[in-house]
């Protein structure tokens, strides 16, 4: 569809907020904070929750009003607003399909004038002015997408995760969640000059994700999004807001780049403000030694400086936002076989019907496997079938010897309502009130915080209790149902941070890709069809790092069947390839050792580009090559793999 405005200018922003402050009450939410944002910007903004993220969005978009500051918006400026409680916003009488068709109301528009002067043609058919201006209408009408909105509305309500069942639906009928998904389907398909978004990955699984990430890379307009979720940030925006403290910093970069930017300020600050505690130091050293001797005239005129100095300039010592304090420790070895499965299939003995089956595994010691699949596949069934909660269907879980599992639940039912903050802790292990109350600090529960029911507690805090119990188990299997859930990003980086020098073993469901990729040394993938019925759930075990799982699903790997791909399915497809002849292998074998040469000299011309980057302090090319270097990397030991596999083959 065409649009309304032409922001073709760069420089002209199409909102801009400047010294904006927000109080409620004697509360002061942030102050001083300037704000541009210019067509074709991907910006996430970023910080601890309850910093003003929302408050911020809520402020430009004009749902609320600045206590001080002004906002200006770009005349005639079309923007797209989805709230964490979008639910609350899409409130309709009409079908999710009418939801979707309130996107195109010109176009639908012109269809019905278009129909209008098809019934006058009908009546006269050889009216020429008549004619000129039905073709005139229908050629507008295509132009303007008229003859494939229908097509798009299927297609984005796909991506999102929706199947054609649902379409018929009542917006009244659909959950909180479907309708979040449903909201910002309308959205996408108005394409507006601005999409505001709070936390558009909520609700969405993997699938759905991957989806939305290649749909806002092609989108036209300018973006601005709140998400905890660091992969999705990585891979669309090229600025990221800070806010946290009551300020707003502005980083150039992806997520990565903000992360290392974010590091090496705050490492300059600390210098800073060290050196100036020096100076602050050796000027208060001279005043006391000088004040009442013959050097007082020096010492009273340098004692002024220093107090104008402090007043004017003085530097705060650097802060940076209070972390949990989480440790993650085995207290003892497990055997080398943590788990294994045998003839296993996965299901509800109430109806007999098999989720999926699953490969013959086995878990080792060390290894972190991470779960993923769409939601309502079975994965958190899984866990509870590993746990013994649910009895298989068939076949049979077993845990190695000497293995200890701690569970963290998705939904933190191991957690009381009833029980306060304290409780569940003392419930966990016995210990004195002080120490526990030591204990809950690390987790950012202080005061009288740790006395507040479990049933009054938001997502993230009761997460928090949840890692606080976790640690004090010992575990060394860890069964972890998607734990960044309601973590705002610092406690997801202290997460990632635990888990990656934890001592035992992990099985990991998230729709955390960030942390996947982090952790994984192997994926447990289950693929199902968007419509459940067209076929069954396929369980794959992929034997090596995300990354290159990616790469094998893309198609860029060898073939999941091959040695080389490390991979096993459940059954092996009818159309699988037949085997290649002598001559085939020979062919190939060739064209991986040309690409494995031409990757080899690509990864030296990284390298010295790299090197000349760091050289120049240029911290986004840095970022940038590095990423090339490793995906590169990745190709060129995949390629290797496969040629050695082609070698044996031949």
Not at 278 to 300: H, L
Not at 554 to 560: F, K, S
Not at 579 to 584: A, F, L, V
Not at 610 to 636: F, H, I, K, P, W
Request: hydrophobic letters at 40%; one cysteine or more; charged letters at 25%.
């Amino acid at each position: 569809m065409p649009r309304t405005n032409d922001y073709s200018d760069t420089k002209m922003a199409l909102i801009s907020g400047h010294n904006l402050a927000k109080s409620y009450g004697a509360e002061d939410i942030f102050a001083g904070v300037s704000v541009s944002i210019p067509h074709g910007a991907r910006i996430a903004l970023v910080g601890p929750n309850g910093s003003g993220k929302t408050t911020l969005l809520r402020l430009l978009t004009g749902l609320d009003t600045p206590t001080e500051g002004t906002v200006a918006r770009a005349k005639g400026l079309r923007v797209g607003f989805l709230p964490q409680e979008a639910e609350l916003a899409l409130e309709g009488e009409g079908t999710l399909w009418d939801e979707m068709l309130s996107a195109f109301a010109d176009l639908l528009a012109q269809e019905e004038h278009l129909r209008t002067l098809a019934e006058q043609l009908a009546v006269r058919p050889h009216d020429s002015a008549l004619l000129e201006l039905y073709g005139n209408a229908q050629q507008h009408f295509e132009a303007a997408g008229g003859y494939v909105y229908a097509t798009r509305i299927e297609q984005v309500l796909g991506g999102l995760g929706f199947d054609e069942d649902d379409f018929q639906r009542p917006v009244a009928q659909l959950s909180g969640g479907q309708k979040t998904r449903a909201l910002l389907a309308r959205l996408l398909l108005e394409e507006p000059d601005l999409l505001i978004l709070d936390e558009p990955t909520n609700h969405l699984d993997l699938q759905a994700l991957e989806w939305l990430e290649g749909w806002l890379k092609g989108f036209r307009g300018a973006l601005l999004l709140v998400s905890h979720d660091r992969y999705f940030i990585d891979s669309i925006v090229d600025r990221v807001w800070e806010l946290a403290f009551g300020r707003l910093e502005e980083y150039r970069g992806n997520y990565s780049a903000y992360v290392q930017q974010r590091e090496e300020r705050h490492a300059f600050l600390l210098r800073e403000y060290q050196r100036q505690q020096e100076f602050i130091a050796r000027e208060q050293e001279y005043i006391r030694r000088n004040i009442a001797g013959q050097n007082t005239r020096q010492a009273q005129g340098r004692r002024k400086r220093l107090e104008r100095f402090l007043r004017d300039e003085a530097l705060l010592h650097p802060r940076q936002q209070q972390t949990m304090r989480l440790t993650l420790q085995a207290h003892r070895r497990s055997g080398d076989k943590v788990l294994t499965t045998r003839s296993l299939v996965v299901g509800y003995h109430d109806d007999g019907v098999p989720l999926f089956e699953v490969p013959d595994i086995t878990l080792y010691r060390g290894e972190c496997a991470a779960l993923i699949g769409p939601n309502g596949v079975g994965k958190t069934t899984f866990l509870k079938t590993i746990l013994g909660q649910i009895a298989p269907l068939r076949g049979e879980v077993t845990l190695g010897a000497s293995v200890e599992v701690g569970y963290f639940a998705q939904a933190h039912e191991g957690l009381d309502p009833q029980h306060t903050i304290i409780e569940e802790i003392l419930a966990v292990q016995n210990m004195p009130l002080g120490m526990a109350r030591d204990y809950l600090a690390k987790f950012l529960f202080t005061g009288d915080e740790v006395y507040k029911p479990i049933s009054a507690l938001s997502g993230g805090e009761r997460g928090r209790v949840a890692l606080a119990k976790l640690a004090l188990g010992g575990a060394n299997l860890l069964l972890l149902d998607e734990p960044t859930n309601h973590l705002d990003i610092p406690s997801q980086e202290i997460l990632e941070t635990v888990l990656a020098k934890f001592n035992g073993t992990i099985l990991l469901v998230s729709h955390d890709r960030y942390l996947i990729s982090r952790l994984a040394t192997q994926v447990w993938a289950l693929h199902t069809p968007r419509r459940p019925r067209t076929g069954k759930t396929e369980f794959i075990v992929y034997e090596g790092p995300y990354d290159e799982y990616l790469a094998w699903r893309e198609g860029r790997n060898a073939l999941p069947t091959t040695p080389a791909a490390k991979s096993r399915k459940v059954e092996k497809s009818a159309d699988a390839p037949p085997t290649r002849s002598h001559h085939e292998i020979q062919r190939r074998l060739a064209q991986v050792e040309d690409e494995i040469q031409r990757l080899e000299v690509e990864m030296g011309d990284l390298s010295g580009a790299l090197e000349a980057a760091s050289v120049a302090g240029d911290v986004a090319e840095v970022t940038r090559l590095s990423n090339a270097y490793v995906q590169t990397q990745a190709r060129l030991e995949a390629l290797f793999a496969e040629w050695e596999s082609l070698l044996a083959e031949a």
